[in-house]
Structures are given as structure tokens and as C-alpha cells.
């Protein structure tokens, strides 16, 4: 593939006499520092790209590492949070056993005369003078 200089100085483009040739160099040299500026120029934006890139992972992999550690704290919260409500479920069903405990214990005393006497009855046949 012709650069564009080499097309500059092939016919019809080149020019003739001394003045042609100087024109056709002139002209050669500024393509060759535009394609050098053009090169340059896209080294440059690769650089910049990729500079570009990198920057912008980091920022990616700060948030993460901040959202992250905010969901932790989230999350231990929200564990208090379960556990004090896990201590008052237990806490209340303790409370509701005891106390579910305590009206046995009174229906049974309030029972236990009627339950004797009719064991009794069973055991030693009815008691005269009721």
C-alpha cells in the first residue's frame, strides 16, 4: 500500500522542473509529520484509555468495598435486632409457661380435695354420714 507521499510523488501528481521536486518534498514531509502527529495523537488516546479504564476500576472496586462494608453493618443490625427479638419471644414464653404453670397449680389444689375423697370412695367404698 502507497503512503500518501509516495502517491504525491508518483505521476501526474508530481509537478516537473526543480520547483516540482521541492513541492512534491514539502508536500512529502508534511504528510509524513501528519501521519507522525496522527500516530502520536492516537498513542496518546490509548494512553488516556487506558488511564481512563484503570481510574475508573478503582472507583468500581472503592464503591464495592463500600456498599460492602455497608451491607455488613446492615447486617449486624439487623442481627441485634433478631436476637433482642429472639431474648423477648423466649422471655415472654417463660413468662406465659410460669404463669400457665401456676394456674395448674391452683386448679390442681382447688381439684385435689374432690379427687381424694372420690379415690377414697373407690378404694375403701362410700363414706357413711355424708
Known amino acids: 500500500m502507497n ?7 508518483s505521476p501526474p501528481f508530481r509537478r516537473a522542473g526543480a520547483g516540482g521536486e521541492s513541492l512534491a518534498k514539502e508536500t512529502m514531509q508534511a504528510v509524513s ?12 488516546a490509548e494512553l488516556e484509555r487506558d488511564r481512563l479504564l ?12 463500600g456498599a460492602e462494608k455497608e451491607a455488613a453493618k446492615r447486617v449486624n443490625v439487623l442481627v441485634g435486632v433478631a436476637k433482642a427479638d429472639g431474648e423477648k419471644l423466649q422471655a415472654k414464653a417463660a413468662q406465659d409457661t410460669r404463669e400457665e404453670q401456676e394456674a395448674l397449680r391452683q386448679r390442681a389444689a382447688q381439684v385435689y380435695p374432690q379427687a381424694e375423697a372420690l379415690v377414697r370412695e373407690i378404694l375403701f367404698g362410700p363414706v357413711e354420714g355424708r
Not at 507522525?36 to 492516537?42: C, D, M, S
Open 33 to 44: 509529520n501528519a501521519e507522525e502527529q496522527a500516530h502520536r495523537i492516537l498513542r496518546e
Open 54 to 65: 484503570a481510574e475508573a476500576e478503582d472507583q468500581a472496586k472503592s464503591l464495592r468495598a
Open 3 to 9: 503512503s500518501y507521499a509516495e502517491t504525491w510523488l
